[in-house]
């Protein structure tokens, strides 16, 4: 099932085939944790689909059985992988679940969308159908990764699409991409998700639950239930209840992606991050200058997030500044029983130191991983000093 806010990005791409405009390829752009995947997977069972419907694909054909194993044979996917990845095939290939079990890679090393992973498309393209449908798709995940080589190797196949073929594209951006590719491709480009519907994905209990992947045909004995129960107790986030709390801070931390929203409740890092917002205040207000407290908090969080959020206590110190009611900004709202009491601390740093602030930890979220940072730390030492000197 789609996710509801998706849903008239698929209308779309199905009008413009029912009116015989059929794109040669689609560019899908978005944060993570949108649902650009989930969406790209959905257009192409559409696409492949022998008995498409008008909402969606029928759901029983050969082609759409093989959707349900995750394993079609006229659909490929690319994603960026390092020299090793690509060497072991796992560059391109037909197994579609890593688009939705979402596994962003921690290690330092750094994946790339590969310049013969690109040449792989081509031929894989130029080969006959299969499963005897409309043709063959491809969908290129993290198409911002692809270097100008890389872009450049794929560009003959964009520029002399097959009648029969769908190249999809997730980006996390257009500015991203070349010009060129840009040019060749319609786009589907994913708004913010209103954020009524957002919290009522994040607060229906049904949602609540951590991805498990199933193939219909792999049967070891153990059942689905029994397979989500053992992902469920490894979910630390779910021993607290999931409310209207938890849900907008998680969403004010992931720039209100709902999907990457749902894995950090199910993780618990939301209640990490807010521990480091309440201790925080608190050290300032028992001006208990050591700090201790805070920045044990921030180092239980892991390091990207620690500069998320910060960026977004600034911007709502910001915001607040400018006279935004607290009860619009989450992670201050949240921070304590006395939430007004708070911003007003909170508000007596400088605008400038602000803004500095923040644009030092936008260079920094920008370049990972190859800043390991402490900026984060230096940041709270900083604020703590400032407001040591101010208070005495
Ligand atoms: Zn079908």
Redesign the pocket.
């Known amino acids: 099932m789609l996710h509801p806010w998706l849903v008239p990005y698929f209308q779309q791409f199905v009008a413009a085939l029912s009116q015989g405009r059929q794109p040669s390829s689609v560019i899908i752009s978005g944060v993570e944790g949108l649902g650009g995947n989930e969406l790209a997977l959905e257009l192409a ?1 559409y696409y492949l ?4 419907k008008e909402h969606g ?5 050969r ?2 059985v093989a959707f349900k194993r995750l394993m079609h044979q006229d659909l490929k996917v690319a994603y960026t992988s390092t020299a090793e990845e690509a060497s072991g095939e796992q560059d391109f290939t037909y197994d579609c679940s890593g688009l939705i079990t979402r596994s962003t890679p921690t290690g330092a090393s750094r994946r790339t969308m590969r310049i013969d992973t690109m040449r792989k498309i081509t031929e894989f393209l130029n080969e006959a159908p299969v499963l005897g449908g409309r043709g063959k798709v491809v969908i290129i995940a993290g198409a911002e990764a692809m270097s100008e080589g890389a872009a450049n190797a794929i560009l003959k196949t964009f520029e002399e699409p097959s009648p029969n073929n769908l190249i999809l594209m997730l980006t996390k951006s257009l500015e991203s991409l070349l010009p060129t590719i840009l040019s060749r491709a319609s786009k589907l480009v994913l708004r913010d998700v209103p954020m009524e519907q957002a919290l009522s994905y994040l607060l229906d209990p049904r949602n609540q639950r951590p991805i498990v992947i199933r193939r219909v045909d792999d049967y070891d004995g153990s059942s689905y239930d029994e397979a989500l129960e053992q992902a469920r107790s490894k979910c630390p986030g779910l021993n607290t209840p999931i409310n209207q709390a938890r849900a907008e801070v998680a969403l004010a931390l992931t720039s209100g992606a709902p999907l990457a929203a749902m894995q950090m409740l199910l993780d618990g890092t939301d209640l990490k991050a807010m521990e480091v917002v309440t201790q925080l205040i608190g050290t300032i207000v028992r001006r208990d200058f050591m700090a201790g407290g805070v920045l044990e908090a921030l180092k239980a969080l892991p390091k990207p997030l620690q500069g998320r959020l910060f960026s977004e206590l600034i911007l709502e110190i910001l915001k607040y500044k400018a006279f935004v009611d607290v009860g619009q900004l989450p992670l201050i709202k949240y921070s304590g029983s006395n939430p007004e009491q708070s911003a007003q601390i909170l508000m007596r740093l400088q605008c400038d130191h602000l803004f500095e602030a923040m644009d030092k930890l936008r260079f920094i979220e920008d370049r990972p991983p190859l800043i390991p940072s402490r900026a984060p730390q230096a940041l709270v030492r900083a604020w703590i000093k400032a407001f040591s000197a101010d208070m005495s």
């Open positions: 069972q689909c022998h008995d498409p694909p029928c759901g029983v054909c082609s759409c």
